[in-house]
């Protein structure tokens, strides 16, 4: 990697230009004399100086900082990190849809409608739910239609003192952030020995107060829910709704469907599941998926079909509203869309057993250097739980770290909670078995490195441009601002 590591403020030489304009044509005029006072700065503005070749050199380098997954392995676990296939970039910049406008009439944006349709149509298929909508920014956002859902379901049955969101202690953070936003108050269970559900331990916290309950299944520890039937059964007898976090879809599509396990609503990450280059802040999708009795909450407008033509439909009175301007993000619905019609039902079946063939090979290979709290049948990720050798001092962080300089992005790390040094792995369906053994062996030779030389580990990463960072000043202490 080149050592690049400048502020285009820093390259900016007083003169240079990079753009070269005709005579003006038409009569110049003093900006004073067709703009009011308060808006005029007195001041000109501190803007780089630059010629076009040192604009191009500057970026060029700076993107070449970065890491992403057309350069390497991603394998960041619970986070689904997969390659995405650029013939859905090209779909998804068809003029004919892309060059659309969200205030076009109806009857002028009946592809982009029908799209829309189909995709909802084959999520619906694709999860055992009813209705979808694509409305949802993202993940959380989706989490958060959904639960209003829920409320909306308690409140027009007026059964009001339904307030309670049960999650594991294994959930994504953003369950019981979403269950907060959306009004609720939270009641975690813990796990049990075997990384599931405690039964015993969700019977005592059911009653009539509890409006729903949170699973994200495979969880986040990388295993299916044997549980499952009893436990959304469970949850209906009490009188509760259940929800599934869409998140680990990538894992069972084709196989199982949520709506067959008992839950009520769900949400999708399009941009981990159905090809959406992600990382960075988006965009996203997180469209909701409900069953029938769900379906008059979801908010409007929905795409609907009546007469062979696709509408947009607003006539529902207990909608929850509007969640989203417009429709949703488009162009990641686009590329879901071209990503489900190519793959058709036997790919993306494929898919999941590859994902999940993937996973268990490497969990098998690595057990023997890294400890596996939960030796069982993972699916598409697994967690370990930092290195053998209770005399070790090398933490994971070391060996996260050390892996940046055997070239990868390593996994994601101390998550979920309940496992203390976890480092959790997602190799994903489109890694090759010539990828997976190149990053099997660099994790062992780390391991080699902490019995021999633990220091090599406490210094890493040695390869990078920036070493290793105070973490909490890092994100808590942001310099955005330049000042020259």
Do not use: W
């Amino acid at each position: 990697m080149k050592n690049y590591n400048k502020l285009v403020f820093e390259v900016s030489k007083e003169g240079k230009k990079a753009y070269s304009l005709p005579k003006c044509d038409v009569p110049e005029l003093d900006a004073a004399s067709v703009i009011p006072a308060g808006y005029l700065s007195s001041e000109e503005p501190k803007l780089p100086e630059l010629s076009e070749v040192d604009v191009i050199r500057h970026f060029t380098n700076l993107s070449q900082k970065n890491f992403g997954l057309d350069g390497g392995f991603y394998p960041l676990g619970s986070c689904t990190m997969k390659y995405n296939p650029k013939i859905n970039e090209d779909m998804c910049r068809i003029p004919g849809l892309v060059n659309v406008h969200p205030y076009q009439p109806e009857e002028t944006v009946q592809g982009s409608l029908e799209v829309m349709y189909n995709l909802a149509q084959s999520l619906a298929e694709i999860s055992g739910m009813d209705e979808v909508t694509l409305q949802p920014a993202a993940g959380a956002h989706g989490e958060y239609a959904g639960l209003l859902s829920i409320k909306e379901y308690h409140k027009k049955r007026g059964d009001l003192k339904r307030t309670k969101i049960i999650v594991p202690d294994s959930a994504h953070g953003t369950n019981p952030a979403s269950a907060y936003v959306a009004g609720l108050e939270i009641v975690e269970i813990e796990s049990n020995s075997q990384g599931g559900v405690d039964i015993e331990n969700l019977k005592s916290v059911l009653n009539d107060e509890v409006a729903g309950f949170m699973l994200t299944n495979p969880s986040t520890l990388g295993l299916f829910e044997v549980n499952i039937t009893e436990i959304t059964k469970l949850i209906h007898e009490a009188g509760g709704l259940c929800y599934y976090d869409g998140a680990n879809l990538n894992a069972i599509m084709g196989k199982t469907r949520p709506g067959d396990m008992g839950f009520d609503v769900m949400h999708f990450n399009l941009h981990k599941t159905f090809s959406t280059p992600h990382g960075g802040g988006g965009p996203g999708a997180g469209p909701i998926g409900v069953k029938a009795h769900l379906a008059e909450f979801l908010p409007v407008p929905v795409v609907a079909k009546k007469d062979d033509k696709f509408v947009l439909d607003y006539d529902r009175p207990n909608s929850m509203g509007k969640i989203k301007n417009f429709y949703g993000n488009y162009g990641v619905c686009l590329r879901a869309y071209a990503y489900v019609k190519s793959m058709g039902a036997s790919g993306l079946k494929e898919v999941s057993e590859a994902a999940v063939l993937n996973a268990n090979y490497m969990m098998h290979k690595l057990k023997g250097e890294y400890k596996l709290p939960y030796d069982q049948v993972c699916k598409h990720e697994f967690v370990l739980d930092g290195l053998r050798g209770s005399e070790l001092e090398v933490t994971t962080l070391d060996v996260a770290k050390r892996l940046l300089d055997y070239g990868y992005h390593p996994p994601t790390v101390y998550f979920p909670l309940i496992v203390h040094q976890a480092i959790m792995i997602e190799p994903t369906e489109t890694e090759g078995r010539e990828t997976l053994d190149e990053f099997i062996d660099a994790l062992l030779k780390i391991a080699e490195e902490a019995k021999k030389d633990p220091q090599i580990l406490k210094n890493a990463p040695q390869t990078t441009l920036v070493k290793r960072l105070d973490e909490v000043k890092a994100a808590k202490d942001l310099i955005l601002k330049y000042q020259g």
